[in-house]
C-alpha cells in the first residue's frame, strides 16, 4: 500500500514538469535539426554555464512566488553583493571577508524585504519595488559608478586566482559555477520538498488565512523565503564578479525579469501554493537553450526577445487551458 | 399541472464519479419544488446542468415544452432561468445597483452607462422584495442575509420563469430565512417556478409544493408535501430514521473537574466580561444569533484576536494565546467556521490537509518531514474518521462537505489538542454525515477531551451539548443544564431574555 501511494504522490506532483519537459525537448530538437553547432558538447557546457547565475536565484524566486509572494530586487541585489564583495577585496581587504559581506549584504535584503512585507503589511511588489531601487541605488553610491576589476594591480589579499578560478575555472570540463547551480537545485530541491519549511511556503501560498488558522507563522515562512533568495543573489553576484573579474553598478540590472520569466515557464503559478523546484530547473533550462539557439540561428537579438516573450505567455496560457479543463 | 422542466434520463459523469444516473422528473410550472438529498447526491450538479454551467453526459431536457440544449450561463439567463449559488458570488467593493446590473449595464449610447436609472430600478427591485437597501450601498457593508437578497434581485431579471436557489438559508438567521420565505410566496404569486434547496427539512415542509430526492445520484422520486411525513423524507434522504440520526447526547459525566477557565474576557465592539468555564469530558454549546459573538469568542480563544482583555486559566495556570501556534502548544485546537476560506488548501491533497498542523512531532531537528510518520497518521484518521475518498492523494475540493470537515478534523486530531473549538463544524453537511460528525465528537468527548460546539442549529446545541451558553448582542445571558436544555429556553434566552 504504501509504496504505491509514494508512487502516487511522484506522479501527482509530475504532471505539470512532464509537459514543461516535453517543451524543452521539442525545443532541443528543433535546435538540433535547425543548427549543426547546438548539440556539440562546448556548445551545451557553454549552455549551462549561461544558465547558471540565473538558475541559483530562480531556486531562491521559486520558493518566494510558491509563498505568494514576488521579488523584484534580486537582480539588484545580486549587483549590490557583487559591489560589496569587490570593493572590499580592491581596498585591501580579504578575500574571505569580501565574500562574507556580500553574502551578509544578500542575506540583508532578502530579510528586510521579507519584514517589511509581513510585519510591514507592505505589498511584497512594492517592498521589493523600493527595494530594487535602494540596492541599486546605494551601491551606486559607494561604487561612485566606476567599473571594479579584479587584478594582481587592484588586489593586495592573497588568494585572488582561486577567487577568479572559482567563477572561471572547469572541472572536467564543466564550469565550476554550474557545478554550485546544480548543487543549489539539488539542495533547493531537498528544502522545498522533504523539509517542513518547504511544506509551509506550499500552505502559505495556497491559503493565507487557513495557514495562520493551522498555527503556521506565515510571517516567518515568507521571511525564510526572501532572506534565502537574498542569499543566492548574493552568490550569484560573487561568482558573476569572479567570472568576469569586474563588476559595475549597473550589474544584474533586469536580471529580475529572467528569473521570474524562468519561474513561471517552469509552472509555478503567480497565484502561490504551487511550483516545484524541479519545473522551475527546466524552466532554466529553457530559457538557456532558446537564447543560445536563436543566436546559432543568426536570428536578431531583438527577435530573440519577441521569441522569449512569446515563449512566456504561452507557457502559462498552456498550464491555465490545461487546468481548467480538467477541472 | 404544465411541466416548465423535464429532465429526461440525465447523467453526468465526472471523472471517477458518477455524479448523476439517470435522473428523470419534471418541475410544474408555478410551484416552489424543494431537491433535497445528501451532500455529493447531485443536486447541485443537475442545477448547474440546468443553469448551463455542465453539460451533462447523455439524457435530454425540455424547458417549456420544448427541448433545450443549455450551453452556458448567459443562455439560461436569457431563456429565464435564474440561479442563486450558494457561495454568494457579489462583487463586495462594488454597489448593490452595480452588482444587480453587472453584465447587463444600462447603457446610453457611445458605452456610457446610466447609473441613475440603474439606482432607480434596483430601488424598485429592492422594493418588490420589501426591503430598502439603499443601491448605493457597497456590498461588503452588507450582512449575509442582505447579500443574499441583492443576489436575488440580480436573478430576477424581466423574463425570470424558473428561479433556483441553492441551499439560501445555511447562512441566515431563523428571523432572516423567514423574510426570504415571504419573498418566495410572492414570486410564486407573481408566476414565477421556484426550485429549492436545502438541507432543512422542516422548511421544506413549511414551504415546498413538492419535493424531490436524490441519493447518490439516483432519484429516488418526487412527493407532494402534504403526502410525505418529515420521518419518511429523512428516511428516503438517508436511508436512516431520524432519531438514529440526532440521538440525544448523553451527558453521562459529572461536570467538575474546570480545565479552561475564562475570567472577564472583553473585545470592543464583538464581547464583554465573558465569564465562564469549560470541564473534561464536556461539550460544552454556545448558541447565539448571528451577530451575538459566538465566532469571535472562538477566534479570541484560539489567539486569532489580539485586542483582548481578560484572561484565561488552563489547569490552573493562566495563559494567553496571542496566536493560532501559540494556542496549539496550549493544547487548543479549532475546526473554523468558514471552510473554504480558512479551512482547507485548495492546493493540497487530503493527505498534505491532514498534516499541515503537526509539524514538529514529525520532523527532525533540520526540519526534514519524516513521510513514513506523516502516511500513517493519515492513514490512521481516514480510517478511524471514516473518511471516504478515492486515496489521500485525491484534491481536497473533489471531496464533499462532510468529508472536507473530516479531514479538518483529523488535521487538528493529529496536533493531539485537549480543548476543541468547533465553529458550525456540519455547515453545508448532509444529515448522514452529520451524524457521523456528531458521533466522533461525542467519542472524542468520551475519550477525555474538551469540546466548545458553536452552532446555529438549535437541533445540534440540544442534541449534542451537556451544558448550554446563550450568548446575546455580545454578552452571555445564560447558562444552561439538564432539563434546561430545551428549545424554548433557549431561543428565550437568544431573543429576548
Redesign the interface.
Known amino acids: 500500500m504504501?509504496k504505491s501511494?509514494?508512487v502516487?504522490?511522484k506522479i501527482?506532483n509530475s504532471t505539470r514538469e512532464i509537459g514543461v519537459f516535453a517543451a524543452l525537448v521539442l525545443l532541443v530538437i528543433f535546435f538540433s535539426i535547425t543548427s549543426p553547432y547546438f548539440l556539440k558538447v562546448n556548445n551545451l557546457l557553454n549552455i549551462i554555464r549561461q544558465i547558471s547565475l540565473l538558475g541559483i536565484i530562480s531556486m531562491g524566486m521559486t520558493m518566494v512566488i510558491v509563498s505568494g509572494e514576488i521579488d523584484l530586487s534580486v537582480g539588484a541585489v545580486y549587483g549590490a553583493a557583487a559591489i560589496v564583495c569587490g570593493m572590499i577585496i580592491t581596498n585591501g581587504g580579504p578575500i574571505w571577508l569580501g565574500i562574507v559581506s556580500a553574502l551578509l549584504t544578500g542575506f540583508f535584503f532578502g530579510a528586510l524585504n521579507g519584514v517589511l512585507s509581513t510585519y510591514g503589511r507592505i505589498p511584497a511588489l512594492i517592498v521589493t519595488l523600493g527595494m530594487m531601487n535602494i540596492a541599486r541605488g546605494s551601491v551606486l553610491v559607494l561604487s561612485g559608478a566606476r567599473v571594479i576589476s579584479l587584478s594582481s594591480r587592484t588586489v593586495s589579499a592573497e588568494g585572488l586566482d582561486s577567487f577568479l578560478f572559482l567563477g572561471q575555472g572547469k572541472i572536467f570540463q564543466i564550469p565550476i559555477i554550474s557545478i554550485i547551480f546544480i548543487l543549489t537545485v539539488i539542495i533547493a530541491n531537498i528544502i522545498y520538498s522533504?523539509?517542513?519549511?518547504g511544506?509551509?511556503m506550499?500552505?502559505v501560498?495556497?491559503?493565507k488565512?487557513?495557514?495562520?488558522?493551522?498555527?503556521?507563522?506565515q510571517k516567518f515562512i515568507k521571511i525564510a523565503a526572501f532572506s534565502l533568495t537574498g542569499l543566492l543573489c548574493a552568490i550569484g553576484g560573487i561568482l558573476n564578479l569572479s567570472s568576469l573579474a569586474n563588476v559595475q553598478g549597473t550589474t544584474g540590472s533586469g536580471l529580475e525579469l529572467d528569473v521570474i520569466s524562468a519561474v513561471i515557464i517552469g509552472g509555478t503559478s503567480l497565484n502561490g501554493?504551487?511550483g516545484t523546484i524541479l519545473g522551475t530547473f527546466i524552466g532554466v533550462l529553457i530559457m538557456g537553450v532558446l537564447k543560445n539557439g536563436i543566436i546559432l540561428l543568426g536570428v536578431s537579438p531583438f527577435l530573440q526577445m519577441l521569441i522569449i516573450g512569446i515563449v512566456i505567455i504561452a507557457a502559462v496560457a498552456i498550464d491555465m487551458w490545461s487546468r481548467s479543463k480538467s477541472e | 399541472m404544465i411541466p416548465i422542466i423535464e429532465f429526461n434520463h440525465i447523467t453526468k459523469l465526472f471523472p471517477g464519479v458518477n455524479a448523476l444516473v439517470d435522473v428523470s422528473f419534471s418541475v410544474v410550472k408555478g410551484e416552489i419544488h424543494a431537491l433535497v438529498g445528501e451532500n455529493g447526491a447531485g443536486k447541485s450538479t443537475l442545477m448547474n446542468i440546468l443553469g448551463g454551467l455542465y453539460s451533462q453526459t447523455t439524457g435530454r431536457m425540455k424547458f417549456c415544452g420544448k427541448e433545450v440544449v443549455i450551453n452556458n450561463e448567459l443562455a439560461a439567463i436569457n431563456m429565464g432561468i435564474g440561479i442563486v449559488y450558494q457561495e454568494l458570488k457579489l462583487c463586495p467593493n462594488l454597489t448593490v445597483a452595480e452588482n444587480i446590473f453587472l453584465g447587463r449595464e444600462i447603457k446610453e449610447g457611445m458605452g456610457k452607462v446610466n447609473w441613475k436609472k440603474m439606482n432607480v430600478e434596483s430601488r424598485s427591485a429592492m422594493l418588490a422584495l420589501n426591503t430598502e437597501i439603499a443601491p448605493e450601498t457597497f456590498v461588503k457593508n452588507l450582512s449575509i442575509a442582505e447579500q443574499q437578497i441583492v443576489e436575488i434581485a440580480r436573478s430576477i431579471t424581466k423574463n425570470i420563469k424558473v428561479l433556483i436557489l441553492d441551499e439560501p438559508t445555511s447562512a441566515l438567521t431563523l428571523k432572516e430565512s423567514e423574510s426570504l420565505f415571504t419573498i418566495m410566496k410572492e414570486l410564486q404569486q407573481k408566476g414565477v417556478t421556484i426550485i429549492y434547496i436545502s438541507h432543512r427539512l422542516e422548511e421544506i415542509m413549511d414551504l415546498c409544493d413538492r419535493v424531490s430526492i436524490l441519493r447518490d445520484g439516483k432519484y429516488q422520486g418526487t412527493f407532494v408535501r402534504e403526502e410525505i411525513t418529515l420521518k419518511k423524507l429523512v428516511k428516503i434522504i438517508a436511508g436512516k430514521e431520524l432519531i438514529d440520526v440526532l440521538g440525544h447526547s448523553y451527558r453521562k459525566y459529572e461536570l467538575n473537574k474546570p480545565l479552561l477557565i475564562i475570567k472577564n474576557l472583553s473585545s470592543p465592539g464583538l464581547f464583554k466580561n465573558l465569564n465562564f468555564t469549560l470541564n473534561k469530558n464536556e461539550i460544552l454549546g454556545v448558541y447565539g444569533v448571528q451577530g451575538a459573538g459566538r465566532t469571535e469568542l472562538l477566534e479570541a480563544i484560539f489567539g486569532l484576536n489580539n485586542k483582548i482583555t481578560g484572561y484565561m486559566e488552563l489547569n490552573g495556570k493562566r495563559i494567553t494565546n496571542r496566536s493560532p501556534s501559540e494556542a496549539i502548544n496550549n493544547g487548543f485546537a479549532m475546526v473554523p467556521e468558514d471552510r473554504r476560506r480558512v479551512g482547507i488548501f485548495p492546493n493540497f491533497n487530503i493527505f498534505e490537509n491532514i498534516i499541515v498542523s503537526i509539524g514538529k512531532d514529525v520532523s527532525n531537528l533540520l526540519g526534514f518531514v519524516n513521510n513514513c510518520k506523516t502516511l500513517d497518521i493519515s492513514n490512521k484518521y481516514k480510517t478511524e474518521l471514516g473518511i471516504k475518498m478515492k486515496d489521500l492523494f485525491q484534491n481536497i475540493q473533489n471531496l464533499s462537505g462532510g468529508n472536507q470537515q473530516k479531514v479538518i478534523i483529523s488535521r487538528w486530531l493529529a496536533t493531539s489538542p485537549k480543548i476543541f473549538l468547533v465553529d458550525e463544524l456540519t455547515r453545508g453537511v448532509d444529515v448522514g454525515a452529520k451524524a457521523e460528525i456528531f458521533k466522533i465528537l461525542r467519542k472524542l468527548r468520551d475519550d477525555g477531551l474538551s469540546i466548545i460546539l458553536v452552532s446555529s442549529e438549535l437541533t445540534e446545541i440540544i442534541s449534542e451539548s451537556d451544558r448550554v451558553l446563550v450568548m446575546r448582542n455580545g454578552s452571555l445571558v445564560a447558562e444552561l443544564n439538564g432539563q434546561e436544555i430545551n428549545k424554548d429556553k433557549i431561543i428565550y434566552h437568544a431573543l429576548c431574555g
Open positions: 504504501v501511494f509514494k502516487l504522490i501527482g522533504k523539509t517542513l519549511l511544506f509551509r506550499r500552505a501560498g495556497g491559503n488565512s487557513a495557514a495562520r488558522a493551522a498555527g503556521i507563522n501554493g504551487e
